[in-house]
């Protein structure tokens, strides 16, 4: 159990510096498509020699996956990274983090549009407190006169992870969650080999940036995920991994002196419970279930 929580742990803040390595890029000038590019293509050599040291058999899928990868890597994951990459360009690290945040919102909607998707109290209570806490979020970006473009960029990002989420829940029924994403990871890169520039400033922060990028909020990123719910299962993680949104907010107000106030804050501590919530009830039905037999 604690060598599971700790690998969601990490993994969660893996991916909550994935905004701050994005800022930090744009800082030191690298464009969207080059930052994106590079994060994929050494993402997936890594993977690549991950899998040869591990098992060959890793890089097996199955045609049918294969071409559900390309559409989710290509179409879906290609569109969303590209817009939360924009959103971080034009508003704040925190704001764009949040706002994405809002995905499990659009989610149970598509779910209810969808899949017929029944509401229960509990996913009631959720959905009311995410979108209070996304109300909070959105009157702090307006209030601190972010970027309109950056704000639908990051709604349009939330947005685009529904679907995706969505797509890849029944897509994996068949096929190894990590294999699959190796794939979708190879597939997104290849819209940004056209759109990238590969005029990267050649010094050593920019190697770190890339490696961050490639290696932590990448590779380990997905990999420490997908060994924590070996360990724990889907529900514990998602829920160590809730603390993600936090550790976006507090490396930018620590790392890129971003200011946060109370209005954000609240939004925050809202979304993070309505995320909570679900899965708490799901581990108390699986208790209840183990008493039972």
Known sequence: MIKGAIAAILSAVCFAFLAIFAKIGYELGITTSDMLFFRFM?????????????????????????????????????????????AVKYTSVSSAALILYM????????????????????????????????????????????????????????????????????????????????YVILFASIPFAFKADYLLPINQTTFLLILGLSLVSTFLAITLLYVSVEIIGAVYASIFSSIEPVITVLASV????????????????????????????????????????
């Open 42 to 86: 050494l993402g997936v050599l890594i993977f690549t020699i991950y899998f040869i040291i591990k098992d060959y058999k890793l890089f097996i899928i199955k045609k049918v996956n294969l071409l559900k990868a390309f559409f989710a890597g290509s179409l879906l994951y290609f569109t969303q990274s590209s817009l939360f990459f924009l």
């Open 103 to 182: 995905y499990p919102l659009f989610v149970t909607v598509l779910s209810i549009i969808i899949f017929k998707y029944r509401l229960n109290v509990v996913t009631s209570i959720s959905l009311g407190l995410i979108s209070l806490g996304s109300c909070l979020i959105f009157y702090d970006a307006f209030s601190n006169k972010y970027s309109l473009f950056g704000i639908l960029c990051a709604l349009g990002a939330a947005i685009t992870f529904s679907f995706y989420l969505i797509f890849i829940q029944y897509s994996l029924k068949t096929q190894k969650p990590l294999t699959f994403s190796y």
């Open 254 to 293: 620590f790392i890129l002196s971003e200011k946060v106030n109370h209005i954000k804050v609240a939004g925050m501590i809202l979304i993070v419970i309505s995320i909570l919530l679900p899965q708490l009830k799901k581990i108390r039905f699986m208790a209840y279930e183990q008493k039972s037999s």
